[in-house]
């Protein structure tokens, strides 16, 4: 705000180098927002459909630290890890339950044996302090598959039920982490969506588009957690993309930041598009005074479809640099934002959008006075309707530079 308004007057002349004719209208979006605008139920029904069924795998979601056989996939430490597992050490031996108990070291390393799922017990001498002990027991399985998390539970169970004796380390710290941050996720994300409606019908002076948005952010946000637990929960990809096996679960901070990623970078195509349309229905009500939300949407979208593109362009080629980083959690990470922006530039912003702002007709612009008087100062003065457009304003709508 400070900086361009000074760099632009004496820069403007040589910034627009070398000079050529400019077409504000993109074709290509103009054809695709006619089409969608002209059979909107259909446009809605397929995009809406695809996205609900990307959307679906994200039910099966498990929140976990990935298996350990992932980790690091074709490098050293896997191999010394794979060596470990098929030597009978137990796929858990990377990740210890720690114990750490007042009482016999010897007796409770016995105990903790005869646990159902346990591979192994370790409690050296010099572990030990005059009066506490430190026990590591780890399990057969990973503790990021059912069975993994099944034997811990025990461990946990048995460990803590002796007097003096506590249980922690990594695999129960996933528990809780899970806890003490999704726990809370439903309040999170109904004073985000609360405070994102609020700024959104004060900028739109709409009810229903700020509605729209949030309802077609969270379907976005959802079909980037589908297509990541297919990729690397499930492996449908990950072995053709990143030569890594299915991870069993997907890292348990990922889908938290993605949402803050996504949910923000959305909102901004969002913002920017409706705020296109709602000028251009402005516009062409000034001249009309009809109904003019179909149209006002081609030119929305035929304005802001090249810049959306571009911008979503640019960040889904950086996220997919990222995912080239040979650590299995950017790598998850780097592929839900990868698709979650591709998902939004097309599906949502490219077609989903344009046929429910046509299907609302009308109603897209509904804004009552009480909610207005409560958002703004006053309500934004309309123009009369009987004002005659420029030579300036026809040659726009005409889509002449």
């Given at each position: 705000?400070?900086l361009?308004?000074?760099?632009?007057?004496?820069?403007?002349g040589?910034?627009?180098?070398?000079?050529?004719?400019?077409?504000?209208?993109?074709?290509?979006?103009?054809?695709?927002a006619?089409?969608?605008?002209r059979?909107?139920?259909?446009?809605?029904?397929?995009?809406?459909?695809?996205?609900l069924?990307?959307?679906?795998?994200?039910?099966?979601?498990?929140?976990?630290?990935p298996?350990?056989?992932?980790?690091?996939?074709?490098?050293?430490?896997a191999?010394?890890?794979?060596?470990?597992?098929?030597?009978?050490?137990?796929?858990?031996?990377?990740?210890?339950?720690?114990?750490?108990?007042?009482?016999?070291?010897?007796?409770?390393?016995?105990?903790l044996?005869?646990?159902?799922?346990?591979?192994?017990?370790?409690a050296?001498?010099?572990?030990?302090?005059?009066?506490?002990?430190?026990?590591?027991?780890w399990?057969?399985?990973?503790?990021?598959?059912?069975?993994?998390?099944?034997?811990?539970?025990?461990?946990?169970a048995?460990?803590?039920?002796?007097?003096?004796?506590?249980?922690?380390?990594?695999?129960?710290?996933?528990?809780?982490?899970?806890?003490?941050?999704?726990g809370?996720?439903?309040?999170?994300?109904?004073?985000?969506?609360?405070?994102?409606?609020?700024?959104?019908?004060?900028?739109?002076?709409?009810?229903?588009?700020?509605?729209?948005?949030?309802?077609?952010?969270?379907l976005?946000?959802?079909?980037?957690?589908?297509?990541?637990?297919?990729?690397?929960?499930?492996?449908?990809?990950?072995?053709?993309?990143?030569?890594?096996?299915a991870?069993?679960?997907?890292?348990?901070?990922?889908?938290?930041?993605?949402?803050?990623?996504l949910?923000?970078?959305?909102?901004?195509?969002?913002?920017?598009?409706l705020?296109?349309?709602?000028?251009?229905?402005?516009?062409?009500?000034?001249q009309?005074?009809?109904d003019?939300?179909?149209?006002?949407?081609?030119?929305?979208?035929?304005?802001?479809?090249r810049?959306?593109?571009?911008?979503?362009?640019?960040?889904?080629?950086?996220?997919?640099?990222?995912?080239?980083?040979?650590?299995?959690?950017?790598?998850?990470f780097?592929?839900?934002?990868?698709?979650?922006?591709?998902?939004?530039?097309?599906?949502?912003?490219?077609?989903?959008?344009?046929?429910?702002?046509?299907?609302?007709?009308?109603?897209?612009?509904?804004?009552?006075?009480?909610?207005?008087?409560?958002?703004?100062?006053?309500?934004?003065?309309?123009?009369?309707?009987?004002?005659?457009?420029?030579?300036?304003?026809?040659?726009?709508?005409?889509?002449?530079?």
């Amino acid at each position: 705000l400070p900086l361009l308004p000074v760099l632009l007057p004496p820069l403007g002349g040589w910034l627009d180098r070398p000079r050529r004719a400019y077409r504000a209208d993109s074709r290509l979006w103009t054809r695709i927002a006619r089409l969608t605008t002209r059979r909107p139920v259909l446009a809605a029904v397929v995009s809406g459909g695809l996205l609900l069924a990307l959307a679906a795998p994200a039910f099966t979601i498990r929140l976990g630290q990935p298996d350990t056989s992932t980790l690091g996939h074709g490098g050293r430490p896997a191999a010394v890890y794979a060596q470990l597992v098929e030597a009978g050490f137990g796929a858990g031996i990377a990740r210890p339950v720690e114990v750490l108990t007042t009482a016999d070291p010897a007796a409770t390393a016995n105990r903790l044996r005869s646990v159902d799922g346990v591979a192994g017990v370790a409690a050296p001498a010099d572990w030990s302090t005059a009066d506490m002990h430190v026990i590591d027991v780890w399990t057969v399985h990973d503790p990021a598959d059912d069975a993994g998390r099944d034997a811990v539970a025990e461990v946990i169970a048995s460990a803590r039920s002796q007097p003096g004796t506590l249980a922690g380390g990594g695999a129960p710290l996933d528990t809780d982490f899970v806890d003490a941050v999704y726990g809370s996720l439903p309040l999170i994300l109904v004073v985000v969506a609360l405070l994102t409606f609020l700024v959104l019908a004060r900028t739109l002076r709409s009810v229903l588009l700020p509605l729209k948005a949030l309802v077609l952010n969270g379907l976005s946000t959802a079909a980037a957690y589908g297509a990541v637990v297919l990729i690397w929960q499930q492996g449908y990809g990950s072995d053709a993309l990143f030569d890594t096996p299915a991870t069993g679960a997907i890292t348990i901070w990922v889908p938290m930041a993605v949402f803050a990623f996504l949910f923000g970078l959305s909102m901004d195509y969002e913002v920017f598009i409706l705020h296109r349309i709602r000028e251009a229905h402005l516009d062409l009500t000034r001249q009309g005074g009809r109904d003019t939300t179909a149209a006002a949407t081609v030119t929305g979208i035929s304005r802001t479809g090249r810049p959306v593109t571009s911008a979503a362009l640019i960040l889904f080629l950086a996220f997919t640099a990222l995912s080239t980083i040979p650590i299995t959690d950017v790598r998850i990470f780097a592929t839900a934002l990868a698709a979650g922006i591709i998902i939004d530039a097309t599906l949502v912003r490219g077609l989903l959008t344009p046929a429910l702002v046509a299907l609302l007709g009308r109603a897209s612009w509904w804004f009552p006075a009480a909610l207005a008087r409560a958002l703004t100062a006053r309500l934004e003065p309309s123009p009369p309707a009987t004002a005659a457009p420029t030579t300036d304003t026809r040659a726009e709508l005409a889509g002449r530079p």
